[in-house]
């Protein structure tokens, strides 16, 4: 939505600023989301799942305690369009496919301020996670059932292990890392990726 930002940039946030949007075309609009495809800096939400001595600055946030904004750093935007303009509301494209790291509210907010103005997130969607897809993989719930959870976790699970996935992990041990690589949990004395 043009016009009004709020302090979560999303609809559930108390509403910081109000300002004209009538001056928006659907034009401007389109121009303004180029700018945001390819590799871009993006400063993360201050109510979001980031950290701060081990706590997350959505928490932080709740509590009233003051946060800093963390600085901006790089992410991917893949693909963005424009699916539907009324305004106030507009629509991005059925997926803004990105990268890691990405936060679709940074990105309407700064939406909102190219265009001279302000915007938040009203209502959103993550249809895609990794290998998952909203489409193919949410369980139903008339499939709430422990056979059928337990059906999926398996897909989920086989799916997961097809991808080429190398993550570190925390051990009990200083100085030893863990790697998972397929389907095969590694310790040893500093692995490498």
């Known amino acids: 939505m043009l016009g009004k930002a709020t302090d979560t940039l999303d609809a559930t946030g108390k509403v910081t600023e109000e300002k004209p949007y009538d001056q928006v075309t659907k034009g401007d609009l389109e121009n303004v989301l180029q700018k945001f495809t390819g590799d871009i800096m993006q400063v993360p939400p201050l109510y979001s799942a980031l950290k701060k001595d081990g706590e997350r600055l959505s928490t932080l946030m709740k509590r ?55 915007a938040t997130v009203q209502e959103l969607t993550r249809t895609k996670q990794g290998p998952f897809t909203l489409e193919e993989h949410a369980l139903q719930e008339d499939k709430w059932t422990i056979d059928e959870i337990a059906q999926s ?4 699970t086989a799916l997961l292990l097809g991808e080429p996935v190398r993550k570190k992990l925390k051990t009990e041990h200083p100085g030893e890392t863990a790697v998972i690589s397929g389907d095969k949990l590694s310790q040893g004395k500093r692995l490498n990726d």
């Open 64 to 118: 009233g305690e003051a946060v800093e904004a963390k600085p901006a750093r790089p992410v991917r935007v893949y693909s963005l369009s424009l699916q539907h303009f009324q305004p106030p509301l507009f629509t991005l494209g059925k997926d803004v496919e990105c990268g890691g790291g990405f936060y679709v509210r940074s990105l309407v907010n700064d939406i909102g301020k190219e265009l001279s103005t302000c």
């Open 153 to 156: 976790l398996e897909l989920c």
